[in-house]
């Protein structure tokens, strides 16, 4: 049992560069989540989905974008990555009412 | 506006000694609050959950206190042991409505167990 699963682990980008971090859940959970840890700012909501089609904005998500086309996946993208965008990305996953699962975390560089 | 904060950054015990890390919170639509911990180069992963219906719950080693009219829990470790040494984060959500789905989380505690 995978949990959940993202993808990439590491990435270093230059500044205006795009990407798309992949997260995939395989347990049915209908929340799914992406945060952002930088030092001493514990973990920041960027988005969020309640169920396939669906997306929310969270504390921080101006330079990012989310699509879930698909109950399983949770994709995050950066349409111009910025210095300001280096951080350690995690994905979660729920249901109502549960805790939370995680992913193991993507850092990403943006030089 | 933080709506969970944990005011200690770092905290350090011996080991066989008791850990407490604190955690308030001020959304008072709150009424679900959880344990993480987390490893360097890991994911948080879960560790204990308490509802507002109870102002306790205990597992193992573990145990959380919350006090609703303080918005104030607390993670008690007995004994903590070398291998307890993380991060540890508050978290909070409601149990309705739109609070229900966003998972709040406070900047952390680096708990360091000397042995």
Not at chain 2, 80 to 90: H, L
Not at chain 2, 96 to 106: D, H, I, P, V
Request: proline share 5%; hydrophobic share 30%.
């Amino acid at each position: 049992n995978a949990g959940v699963t993202q993808t990439p682990k590491f990435r270093v980008l230059k500044t205006g560069q795009s990407m798309t971090l992949l997260c995939a859940q395989d347990m049915n959970h209908e929340y799914m989540y992406w945060y952002r840890q930088d030092p001493g700012m514990g973990l920041r909501l960027i988005h969020y989905s309640v169920g396939e089609g669906t997306t929310a904005k969270g504390e921080v998500p101006d330079g990012y974008n989310v699509s879930r086309l698909k109950k399983q996946n949770f994709l995050l993208g950066l349409e111009s990555a910025a210095p300001s965008q280096t951080s350690v990305y995690f994905c979660a996953s729920k249901q109502p009412n549960t805790e939370a699962f995680f992913g193991q975390g993507t850092r990403l560089t943006v030089v | 506006d933080q709506q969970v904060k944990q005011n200690s950054p770092s905290l350090s015990v011996q080991e066989g000694r008791i850990s407490i890390l604190n955690c308030d919170y001020t959304n008072s639509m709150f009424d679900y609050f959880l344990w993480y911990k987390k490893y360097p180069a890991e994911g948080p992963t879960f560790l204990i959950s308490i509802s507002s219906i109870k102002d306790k719950n205990e597992d193992g080693r573990f145990t959380v206190f919350l006090n609703k009219s303080a918005k104030h829990l607390s993670l008690h470790i007995v004994p903590s042991q070398p291998g307890d040494s993380a991060v540890y984060f508050c978290a909070a959500s409601g149990s309705s409505g739109g609070s229900n789905y966003k998972l709040t989380f406070g900047k952390g505690t680096l708990l360091t167990v000397n042995p």
